[in-house]
T-cell receptor
Framework: QKEVEQNSGPLSVPEGAIASLNCTYS??????FFWYRQYSGKSPELIMF????GDKEDGRFTAQLNKASQYVSLLIRDSQPSDSATYLC?????????FGAGTILRVKS | NAGVTQTPKFQVLKTGQSMTLQCAQD?????MYWYRQDPGMGLRLIYY???????DKGEVPNGYNVSRLNKREFSLRLESAAPSQTSVYFC?????????FGQGTRLTVV
């Protein structure tokens, strides 16, 4: 079982819609979680960090964490074509930072 | 403020050659990481270092060695390169709330 699992996609949404990206993890002791965005040929860039159960909002982005069910999700409201990228979920276990394979998001105008 | 600097940006090696990828950060972070990224595979952790003088294996350590030379520098060495090590390599350093990435090294082994 992989430590961090994501649906590879692609997830296609129309411009202006809500994109929902999901991530599950296997280690119940995982402490904190990240969402990164990566454009083709570029380095990953941080979107969100979350460590408490519940929702965390930052602009058009909302991260949702449920430790009991071992999943973390990212909602992107009012999706724009510029949001088209690969979204990477990362899980922190102690000092170890493990990433999922990423979900490709395509926003169609 | 340079952040995380990786060298080189591109490299072509012949099978069996050795090389060292260099990474340096100027943010005084304790933790540093090496990842490889292949199409459809996300970022796979090769090795990490929680602090100066310590290193630990990640998900895919075979064929690699690392050195945490000091707090700033964390190098990745390929002793005998293989075509399966063709990949993009990223170095990162982190605080508790954010990991900062270098620009990546695109390595091709022929």
């Amino acid at each position: 079982q992989k430590e961090v699992e994501q649906n590879s996609g692609p997830l296609s949404v129309p411009e202006g819609a809500i994109a929902s990206l999901n991530c599950t993890y296997s280690d119940r002791g995982s402490q904190s979680f990240f969402w990164y965005r990566q454009y083709s040929g570029k380095s990953p860039e941080l979107i969100m960090f979350i460590y408490s159960n519940g929702d965390k909002e930052d602009g058009r982005f909302t991260a949702q964490l449920n430790k009991a069910s071992q999943y973390v999700s990212l909602l992107i409201r009012d999706s724009q074509p510029s949001d088209s990228a690969t979204y990477l979920c990362a899980v922190n276990n102690g000092n170890k930072l493990v990433f999922g394979a990423g979900t490709i998001l395509r926003v169609k105008s | 403020n340079a952040g995380v600097t990786q060298t080189p940006k591109f490299q072509v090696l012949k099978t069996g050659q050795s090389m060292t990828l260099q990474c340096a950060q100027d943010m005084n972070h304790n933790s540093m990481y090496w990842y490889r990224q292949d199409p459809g595979m996300g970022l796979r952790l090769i090795y990490y270092s929680a602090s100066e003088g310590t290193t630990d294996k990640g998900e895919v350590p075979n064929g690699y060695n690392v050195s945490r030379l000091n707090k700033r520098e964390f190098s990745l060495r390929l002793e005998s390169a293989a075509p399966s090590q063709t990949s993009v390599y990223f170095c990162a350093s982190r605080t508790y709330t954010e990991a900062f990435f270098g620009q990546g090294t695109r390595l091709t082994v022929v």
